[in-house]
Nanobody, 126 residues
Framework: EVQLQASGGGLVQPGGSLRLSCAASGFTFDDHGIGWFRQAPGKEREGVSAIASVSGSTYYADSVKGRFTISRDNAKNMVWLQMNSLKPEDTAVYYC???????????????????WGQGTQVTVSS
């Protein structure tokens, strides 16, 4: 019943912007942090950004700091990732994921997440 649906990906030129959405259902949304991860062909899945369940604390990979912004609305069971100044190296499938209740050490570690959405493709190219 737990579902995380990522959407909003697409083709954008370098320097452009996209806003990804993650719609969650089937669980108590404000009990869990939510993370965004991405995976490019031939590369391991990596953490991009995460946001805490209630405090609103945010976390970012060094490669996206200053360009990406994560936010959430617990009343709507929604998380967004605003991506600005996009670069070709941002091209990947982006996944939103639910942080497990046992996750207490690193918001950017894949192993701390227990449910994953299907992902949405982001392509940055001229």
């Amino acid at each position: 019943e737990v579902q995380l649906q990522a959407s909003g990906g697409g083709l954008v030129q370098p320097g452009g912007s996209l806003r990804l959405s993650c719609a969650a259902s089937g669980f108590t949304f404000d009990d869990h942090g939510i993370g965004w991860f991405r995976q490019a062909p031939g590369k391991e899945r990596e953490g991009v950004s995460a946001i805490a369940s209630v405090s609103g604390s945010t976390y970012y990979a060094d490669s996206v700091k200053g360009r990406f912004t994560i936010s959430r609305d617990n009343a709507k069971n929604m998380v967004w990732l605003q991506m600005n100044s996009l670069k070709p190296e941002d091209t990947a499938v982006y996944y939103c994921a639910r942080r497990g209740v046992w996750g207490h050490y690193d918001y950017m570690t894949l192993q701390e997440y227990d449910y994953w959405g299907q992902g949405t493709q982001v392509t940055v190219s001229s």
